[in-house]
């Protein structure tokens, strides 16, 4: 999940607003396999929406033998696919055992290749600076730059 900064709206602002970046975002969301490192699909949604609420609306449906790696922000994720791992969150005033913090450790170095794609698409000026185009064609071109970074990665193994 990441989210991309646009221009201020003149109407309907507050769908928009990202509370935690403190600017209007669009979200977007890659799912990528992890061993070829290939986008499998990708999904958006206002800078208002939560990341699992984004997941849910997406509709992907996996297979149930297919693990799915996480962050925090998919801590409900369990009930929907039963093959899927999430940081562990402390309890209020109770710290993470020893571990707990090596299963995220481990989870955090599994989820690296995400954090990769996320920084290869960023390299693309249009999605690591300012959105200023319609808001309606940026998955369209999303995907387009996902389309570019799957032919170049295939383009690398062969």
């Known amino acids: 999940m990441s989210e991309h900064e646009i221009e201020r709206l003149q109407k309907k602002q507050k769908k928009y607003y990202s509370g935690k970046q403190k600017y209007h975002t669009i979200k977007s969301q890659v799912l990528a396999n992890k061993k070829t490192g290939e986008i499998i699909c990708t ?18 449906r996996m297979n149930k033998e297919l693990k799915f790696l996480g962050d925090k922000g998919y801590q409900g994720i369990k009930k929907i696919h039963t093959n899927s791992r999430t940081p562990l969150k402390q309890i209020k005033n109770q710290k993470l055992i020893p571990a ?15 954090e990769n794609i996320h920084r290869t698409l960023n390299i693309f000026r249009i999605l690591s ?24 990665l295939s383009w690398k193994t062969n």
């Open 43 to 60: 999904a958006f949604s206002k800078g208002t929406t939560h990341d699992f609420s984004l997941f849910k609306k997406s509709k992907v």
């Open 100 to 114: 707990e913090k090596l299963f995220n450790w481990q989870l955090a170095k599994d989820r690296i290749i995400i």
């Open 129 to 152: 600076s300012r959105y200023r185009n319609r808001r309606k064609r940026f998955g369209l071109r999303f995907n387009l730059i996902a389309g570019i970074y799957n032919y170049e």
